[in-house]
């Protein structure tokens, strides 16, 4: 039987729109909300959807194919549905606020009749809108350096009280006692853990029914033996969910406790981290000077390099000496031990691996006590580069230095444009040759490296 009637002419003003795009493979349901007057735009419109040349089935050089009669059936099927929905959606919204009841039951029935805290909220669902050196800073911080500073010390604040939370749990367990949400929000009180109640009841529940002393005596273990990899974390994000996203992938790599992370996932939630992003952590008055930002100076921060510390007081074994007078030496002046470097010594240090893939800038800064009488000083300062584990080394920059104290060294591309690129099999090496030019004994504090990601 012929179908000549299915052929149609373009129209210019004429709406296409392809049968494929109606009855092809189904898409992803979505719920959408619209005023009275849009739904009754949308109403109008589908009038034209009752027209069979609004749809193509195929597509010709001059002409069109509208559909065949089972394609317009199921199309005109999906159109009065659409219609229909359109004018109202009571089903869906009775069984939105059958949930809603639902909800307001179950916490009618679980949630804490008291022991809350003031301003706890009841779930997690706020989100710091805090971003690095996005406008000002929080108003605890005066620039956005103390505020980097301050990450630091309320990461280190908040892992730490959840290593003592640990510590009280394994008490309660070894005594008997029930571990109950009230008891749950004593063990918190005074610390920065707090977490929302919904929160909070979760994690009693994990408690109860998976958790033993042994087992939160092997969190608080694993806190401590990562404790900096998680600082670390949260202080090289700009926000507070890039901190989150880093604290779960430190986590799903780093845990090896037969019990699985749920708890400590809870301890860690949206609200203890944005006090930290928002500068509202409680009581910081009181115990900030416990900490130090030092803890974070060999963290990675992506898009921003990373620093290497050496501290001759404790360093001291990860360098070698050669040349006389060319030791870590301590003039009992009281202001600890420095490297001492005569005019032919040098010292290297042991290589650093595993670092951060990347090209990167290097800076370095040298400290001196202010107050040892030590006369002017000065190096040569070596960075060499190894890709077969140490056989070979290359110079990739030098300069010589001196100075009668701090002194700040960077290698500038537009002087030197020999970038540091480091891969998965780059050593890195520092050498420092003493007194340079000179003739006197080079004395150094503190060795800071600096590796900005260009």
């Not at 007057?37 to 509208?66: D, G, I, P, W």
Request: proline letters at 4%; glycine letters at 8%.
């Amino acid at each position: 039987m012929s179908e000549a009637w299915r052929v149609k002419t373009y129209y210019d003003k004429r709406i296409l729109i392809p049968t494929g795009d109606v009855l092809g493979a189904p898409r992803p349901d979505m719920l959408v909300c619209l005023t009275g007057v849009q739904a009754s735009l949308l109403r109008n419109m589908c009038q034209y959807l009752h027209r069979r040349s609004t749809f193509v089935s195929e597509y010709r050089n001059t002409t069109y194919l509208a559909p065949t009669e089972a394609e317009w059936d199921d199309i005109q099927a999906i159109v009065a549905e659409t219609e229909d929905i359109l004018m109202g959606c009571e089903d869906y919204l009775a069984l939105l606020q059958c949930i809603c009841d639902g909800v307001r039951e179950l916490k009618g029935v679980n949630w804490p009749a008291g022991g809350t805290f003031d301003g706890q909220p009841d779930y997690d669902d706020y989100t710091s809108p805090v971003e690095y050196e996005v406008g000002d800073p929080p108003a605890l911080f005066a620039t956005w350096d103390d505020w980097r500073d301050g990450v630091c010390i309320g990461a280190q604040k908040l892992f730490d009280d959840l290593s003592d939370l640990m510590a009280k749990l394994q008490v309660w367990y070894s005594a008997g006692a029930a571990i109950t949400f009230s008891l749950f929000q004593s063990l918190v009180l005074a610390s920065v853990v707090v977490p929302p109640v919904a929160v909070g009841l979760a994690i009693v529940e994990v408690l109860v029914v998976a958790y033993t002393a042994l087992s939160v005596l092997a969190v608080e273990e694993w806190i401590g033996d990562h404790k900096h990899g998680l600082v670390c974390a949260v202080y090289g994000a700009a926000t507070q969910p890039e901190a989150m996203a880093a604290i779960a992938a430190y986590v799903a790599e780093n845990w090896d406790l037969l019990i699985g992370p749920q708890f400590f996932n809870l301890l860690v939630n949206q609200k203890v981290v944005s006090q930290i992003f928002d500068g509202t952590m409680p009581d910081w008055d009181d115990w900030n000077d416990e900490f130090s930002a030092t803890y974070c100076q060999d963290c990675y921060i992506p898009g921003e390099g990373f620093t290497v510390w050496y501290n001759f007081g404790a360093d001291c074994p990860k360098f070698t000496f050669e040349g006389d007078m060319s030791t870590c030496y301590d003039p009992g002046d009281g202001y600890g031990v420095i490297a001492q470097l005569w005019q032919e010594g040098h010292m290297h240090g042991d290589p650093l691996v595993g670092l951060a893939v990347g090209s990167y800038l290097v800076s370095m800064q040298s400290f001196h006590a202010m107050n040892r009488p030590l006369g002017e000083t000065g190096a040569m300062y070596r960075v060499r580069t190894s890709v077969n584990e140490g056989q070979n080394w290359t110079d990739r920059h030098y300069q010589a230095c001196k100075s009668n104290g701090d002194m700040v060294y960077d290698w500038d591309p537009e002087t030197n444009d020999d970038y540091l690129t480091i891969t998965e099999d780059t050593w890195v090496d520092l050498s420092i040759e003493g007194s340079y030019g000179l003739g006197k004994l080079t004395r150094i504090d503190v060795i800071k490296m600096i590796f900005r990601q260009t």
